[in-house]
C-alpha cells in the first residue's frame, strides 16, 4: 500500500524513503518530488512551497522531475531549494527560477589555527571583523569604484580580483568555475545595475547574510576531510553573501522585459513571478549574458570580504594571513542556472539547471569539479543558524541521477522575517548565544539578529541527515560558530 501525505489537497506519495512525489495532473508538464523525512515534510508543508513546487512543473521544457530539497521553503514563484532543468533548446530559462540575489552563495576559507588561538580573542576579533567589512543596507564597500572597473568584474570574475591585489592564483583554482563564467557580458546589465553595484563590490548586505568564525567540531569521514585540508579543532571563516543591488536590479530588469515581450507564455504559467523566456530567443540569450556578469559580480564580493578577512585577522594574531594557511576551501552558488548536460533517457541533454537556495553537488569523477578535489567530490558547504553547527559535505554518487547533482543550500526557514521579529528580541538572542553558547554576535541592528534568531529556521543536522542518506552529499565535518557578524 502506498504511504501518502496530505497537504491541504496536495496529496503526495512516498516513492522510498526521503523520496515523495506530486504526480502529473491538471497542466503539469512533469510531476514534482520533494526529498525529505517525514518531519522535514510537515515543515515544507506549513507555507506554500508545495504549490509553488507544483506550478514549477508548468514552465516549458521542464526534465524528469520539479524538485525540492529537504531544506525547501516558500520563495517568490520558485521555491527555495528548488531545482528545476529546462531543455537548452526546446525549453525556457526563468528569471523568477534563479532568484532576485543572482549568486547567493557561500565560501569557506580555511586557517592553520585551532580554537586554543581564538580563545579570549573573540570580541576583539568580531568587533574587529565588524569595522572592517561593509555590512547592512546600502553602499559602502571593500572598493567603491567607477562604472568601467565594474563592468571588467562583471566580465573577467576573480580574474579582475587577481589582477587588482585582492586574490592569489589558488583562490581562483578552488572556486567553483575558477570565478569567471564565461559568457558573462556587461553590456547585457543596465546603467541602472551598474550605478548600484559601483559602491558595493566587497559587502555583506543584509537579511541573512553574514561572516563567521567557526571551529571544525566533528570529522565523519577522515578521508575526505584530509584531501579537504579539515580536522577537528580547526578554524575556519564562513562568508554567505551575493551579488547585491545590482543583482537584484538585473533580476528585476529582466521580469519587466519578459512581461512586455513574452506575455503569451507568461499568460500560461500559473504564477507570474515564473516569469520565463523561451530558450533559443534573444532575451533568454541577453538574460544568460547577464546573469553570468551578475555571478562573476557575487564571486568578487565574496573575494573581497575574504580578503579583508585576511588583513583582519594579520592584524588581530601580528602575522602574515599566509603564515595562517588562510587558503580557500570552496565557493558555491546557490542562486544560478548553467548550461550542463545531463544523461535524460539515456541520451545527453543540455539543459538549463535552475537552482534557487540549491547547491551544486558533483561527486567524485565529474568532470567539472575542480582537479583539487576530482578523486573526491566537490565541496558542498551547508550553513546552519547562528546557533547551530554547518556543515561540509561532498557531492554524493547519487546526485546525478536524483537531483540534476544538486543539495540544500542551508537549513531552511520556518518563518517569516516579520513573524520571526514578533516573536524574538535581537538583544535577547544575542546575549543568549553570549551566555549560553559562547557565540558573540555583532550587526547592524537588534531586528537583524531577532530576523536570524536560531529559532526561525529548520534543524539543520535533520536536513544534512536526508542529504547523507539519500547519497546527494555526503557528511564530511561539522563546524560550529565562534563568532558572527551582520548586516
Known sequence: MTTTFDADGIVLEQVREHVWELPQEDGMRVPARVLASESLLEEISEDRTLEQLRNATHLPGITNYAV?????????????????????????????????????????????????????????????????????????????????????????GVDWALEAGYAVEDDLLHCEDEGVRAGADASMVSQKAKDRGKNQVGSLGSGNHFLEVQRVTDVYDDAVAEAFGLERDQI???????????????????????????????????????????????????????????INYAWVN???????TREVFADVFDRPWESMEMDLLYDVAHNIAKKEVHEVDGEDRELYVHRKGATRAFPAGHPN??????????????????????????????????????????????????????????????????????????????????????????DVDEVVRVSDELGIGDKVVRTFPVCNIKG
Open 302 to 308: 565574496r573575494q573581497l570580504i575574504m580578503h579583508r
Open 236 to 294: 575556519v571563516v564562513l562568508i554567505h553573501c551575493g551579488s547585491r543591488g545590482l543583482g537584484h536590479q538585473t533580476c528585476n530588469d529582466y521580469l519587466r522585459k519578459i512581461e512586455r515581450q513574452h506575455g503569451g507564455l507568461l499568460d500560461q504559467l500559473p504564477d507570474k513571478e515564473l516569469a520565463a523566456a523561451p530558450a533559443g530567443s534573444q532575451l533568454a540569450e541577453e538574460y544568460y549574458a547577464a546573469m553570468n556578469a551578475a
Open 68 to 156: 525540492c530539497m529537504p531544506d525547501g521553503h516558500q520563495g517568490y514563484g520558485f521555491p527555495v531549494g528548488g531545482v528545476g532543468a529546462m531543455d537548452a533548446e526546446n525549453g525556457c530559462i526563468s528569471p523568477g527560477a534563479v532568484g532576485y540575489d543572482i549568486n547567493c552563495g557561500v565560501r569557506m576559507m580555511k586557517t592553520n589555527l585551532t580554537y586554543d588561538d581564538v580563545s579570549g580573542l573573540e570580541r576583539e576579533l568580531v568587533d574587529a571583523l565588524f569595522e572592517a567589512v561593509p555590512s547592512g543596507l546600502g553602499g559602502g564597500g571593500v572598493v567603491e569604484t567607477g562604472v568601467d572597473t565594474v563592468e571588467q568584474i562583471l566580465e573577467r
Open 369 to 458: 569539479v575542480p582537479a583539487a578535489y576530482r578523486d573526491v567530490g566537490q565541496p558542498v558547504i551547508i550553513p546552519g543558524s547562528m546557533g547551530a553547527g554547518s556543515y561540509v559535505l561532498r557531492g554524493g554518487e547519487n546526485s546525478l541521477d536524483l537531483t540534476f547533482g544538486s543539495t540544500a543550500h542551508g537549513a531552511g526557514r520556518l518563518m517569516s522575517r516579520t513573524q520571526a521579529k514578533n516573536e524574538y528580541w535581537g538583544e535577547d538572542v544575542r546575549e543568549e548565544l553570549e551566555s549560553g553558547q559562547g557565540i558573540y554576535v555583532k550587526a547592524q541592528s537588534g531586528a537583524t539578529v531577532a530576523e536570524e534568531a536560531p529559532g526561525v529556521y529548520k
